[in-house]
């Protein structure tokens, strides 16, 4: 079982984020000034040793892939950011390029989405509009990502390297790009892309142009929790206390944070069907997005070593079993501002990676992690 863990690149400072959010910020800047918004809530979140990294150092990059593989993780899906010919956190995967001590398989996962204030201030301000161009554009940017899906490093499917798509729904210029990036792949000595969809709402199976894509990723906990936030009344109910408590400050409890278990939320997991042939499951660490959103964000209460152990042994056996997948999905490597990390931290140390090597023996995948 391939374990891939999706990975964000945003510890370290770049000069749109200084101009957005203040000088000096980094993903770090949520997670040292959140606070918990009701009583023994996990938060803040501390990294080991209070290790707090910066990408631009080959040395934390080196440090990642190590523990990585140490407990079984296969490879990382870096978040990419591309708009019309501009980029957005791309020093790290290129640091890592450069350098083959980062010794890990990785891929890309292409989040196409527009950057707004609604961190800050609440609002829908746009700071950094997704563009997908044109023809030209689109040859320049397979140009800028070949030398990744050159490098022996970068994560094959099928022989092809593979490329997901974070968000296609209603994106028109996708289908002719991924054509055209199928050609210019042939042109240059691969046999073509894998492309992958990560958006649950839209099942490739059902539409013609979504036959360009050769896989889907269930990309959880997402789709969990759309099922538990649509059917659960009290979840409601503390939707619509939040917007008040939002306004009203000495409101802020737990009755008014939005919030689920960490049971209830892995039982709507296994329970769940595939959502089609191709797809490939997903699985979570943890989430509380408090330090991004503060008051408006939604905590997941429960998460501990032992739980993501019981709970992940059973994705795996189901990756296998329902889903007859080698790869399996992970929310996240290091989404430290929405509490979904498997890095070390103050509370439970490498907890969260033993339980994932733990899982891994106990479904008699260890020995298959490398091959």
């Known amino acids: 079982m391939k374990i891939i863990a999706f990975y964000l690149p945003q510890f370290l400072e770049v000069k749109e984020n200084n101009e957005w959010w203040g000088e000096g910020f980094t993903e770090w800047t949520n997670v040292k000034t959140a606070q918990p918004t009701f009583k023994n809530q996990n938060m803040p979140r501390v990294p080991l040793n209070k290790n707090y990294y910066n990408l631009t150092n080959v040395e934390s990059l080196q440090w990642q892939a190590k523990i990585a593989k140490k407990y079984g993780i296969y490879g990382f899906a870096y978040y990419h950011y591309w708009s019309e010919g501009n980029m957005l956190l791309e020093k790290p995967a290129e640091i890592m390029l450069e350098n083959k001590t980062v010794d890990i398989p990785f891929c890309f996962s292409w989040a196409n989405h527009t950057w707004t204030r609604c961190w800050a201030d609440k609002t829908d301000e746009i700071l950094w509009k997704q563009k997908y161009g044109n023809k030209n554009d689109w040859k320049k940017h397979f140009e800028y990502l070949l030398p990744f899906f050159k490098d022996e490093r970068y994560i094959r499917i099928d022989g092809k390297p593979l490329v997901i798509l974070y968000a296609p729904l209603d994106v028109k210029e996708f289908p002719p ?7 210019l792949a042939q042109e240059n000595g691969l046999s073509g892309i894998c492309f992958a969809n990560q958006e649950n709402m839209y099942n490739h199976e059902l539409t013609e142009n979504g036959k360009k894509f050769d896989y889907g990723i269930e990309f959880q906990m997402n789709r969990a929790v759309r099922q538990f936030t649509n059917t659960n ?13 939002d306004k009203v400050s000495f409101l802020r409890c737990k009755a008014t944070t939005m919030h689920y278990t960490y049971d209830q939320i892995w039982k709507i997991i296994l329970k769940q069907n595939p959502i089609g042939k191709t797809w490939f499951p997903g699985a979570f660490v943890d989430w509380d997005n408090t330090p991004r959103r503060k008051n408006r964000g939604q905590v997941c209460i429960g998460a501990s070593p032992e739980k993501f152990e019981y709970y992940l042994t059973k994705q795996i056996k189901r990756a296998r079993e329902v889903y007859e997948k080698d790869y399996l999905f992970m929310f996240a490597w290091n989404e430290w501002g929405e509490s979904g990390y498997l890095e070390p931290d103050e509370k439970y140390g490498y907890g969260m990676l033993e339980a994932v090597k733990k899982s891994l023996i106990a479904t008699n995948e260890w020995d298959n992690i490398n091959e």
């Open 233 to 245: 009344l009290l979840f409601k109910c503390e939707r619509v206390l939040n917007r008040v408590a």
């Open 177 to 183: 790009m991924m054509d055209y990036w199928q050609k």
